[in-house]
């Protein structure tokens, strides 16, 4: 039964990838905000062997990101993602949570993307479906009461995305 839900989940992240490449925000409004909703909390293992469980960074705006090394809009968002960590790190924390790819592939795309954001392995498919993760990528904003406050499906465009984030942190300050 496992194999088979494991097959099914495959075949929809497979679908979800051939789907157009411009950004599909799944929220209420067209700027992807959402009605606030708990973000489920997770504990998962790190690229570097530690675990991260989102319930920590409570206090603090946390960006999370699915997504996988054979995903080229994954890919290709990258550099921006990068670019947000660096530039908010003392606002947020991204957190890149990648979908059930080996260690050996990918700590060598995180060195050859210079990714210095934290990357989290193998999630359940019962956290998959708590966010609502049909296909790859999906971002989403947490506050820091810990509900999803914005979050997209495409790739994150640094310009649009930004004055988006700049308005969330701006609205809490």
């Not at 009605?35 to 997770?42: Q, T, V």
């Amino acid at each position: 039964m496992r194999r088979l839900k494991f097959i099914v989940f495959g075949l929809c992240l497979l679908i979800a990838a051939c789907a157009p490449d411009q950004p599909q925000t799944q929220s209420e409004s067209p700027s992807g905000d959402v009605r606030a909703f708990p973000a489920p909390d997770f504990t998962l293992e790190r690229l570097d062997g530690n675990t991260l469980t989102l319930s920590n960074l409570r206090g603090r705006w946390v960006i999370v990101n699915f997504w996988a090394t054979w995903c080229e809009p994954c890919v290709v968002e990258m550099p921006a993602l990068q670019s947000i960590a660096s530039n908010y790190r003392s606002d947020l924390i991204l957190l890149g949570i990648n979908m059930r790819e080996t260690v050996p592939l990918i700590r060598p795309f995180v060195e050859a993307q210079n990714l210095t954001f934290p990357i989290l392995l193998d999630p359940s498919d019962e956290l998959l479906a708590q966010y609502a993760v049909r296909g790859l990528p999906k971002t989403m904003v947490i506050s820091p009461d810990g509900d999803v406050v914005w979050q997209q499906f495409g790739p994150v465009e640094l310009e649009s995305f930004e004055p988006t984030l700049q308005r969330l942190l701006a609205e809490a300050a």
